[in-house]
C-alpha cells in the first residue's frame, strides 16, 4: 500500500508560482496513475491534472491549461505539479491521489489513496 504527502503550498501574490510535491513511501510507485485534485472553500473537490503510469497521458482541467504542469520522477517517487501565473481562483487545498487511471481527454479515474493536502493562496 502506498503513502502520499503533498508538500509545496504557501501564500503567493497573483501571477506568482508554486510547485507542488507529492511524495509516496510504499512499494510499486511506478505502477500508479497520480492526480492532483482541489477543494476551495464551499466548493466540490475537483480534478486539475493527472500522469499516467507511462507519461503518455496527461489530462489537465481547462482552467489550469497552459499555467500548470505535471510531471513525475519514479525514481523519486514523487510527481510534481508546477503551477504558474497563479490566479485567485486558484486558491484551495490541493491533494494528490492514486488513481486507476488517466485519459487525456476525460481526467483521472476513481481516486484511491489520498494524501493530507496542502493550502495553496494566491492573495495580494
Known amino acids: 500500500q502506498v503513502q502520499l504527502v503533498e508538500s509545496g503550498g504557501g501564500l503567493v501574490q497573483p501571477g506568482g508560482s508554486l510547485r507542488l510535491s507529492c511524495v509516496a513511501s510504499g512499494s510499486s510507485f511506478d505502477h500508479y496513475s497520480i492526480g492532483w485534485f482541489r477543494q476551495a472553500p464551499g466548493k466540490e473537490r475537483e480534478g486539475v491534472s493527472c500522469?499516467?503510469?507511462?507519461?503518455?497521458?496527461?489530462y489537465y482541467t481547462d482552467s489550469v491549461k497552459g499555467r500548470f504542469t505535471i510531471s513525475r520522477d519514479d525514481a523519486k517517487n514523487r510527481v510534481d505539479l508546477q503551477m504558474n501565473s497563479l490566479k485567485p481562483e486558484d486558491t484551495a487545498v490541493y491533494y494528490c491521489?492514486?488513481?486507476?487511471?488517466?485519459?487525456?481527454?476525460?481526467?483521472?479515474?476513481?481516486?484511491?489513496?489520498w494524501g493530507p493536502g496542502t493550502q495553496v493562496t494566491v492573495s495580494s
Open positions: 500522469i499516467g503510469i507511462t507519461r503518455g497521458s496527461i
Open positions: 491521489a492514486t488513481v486507476d487511471y488517466c485519459a487525456s481527454g476525460y481526467g483521472p479515474g476513481s481516486t484511491h489513496t
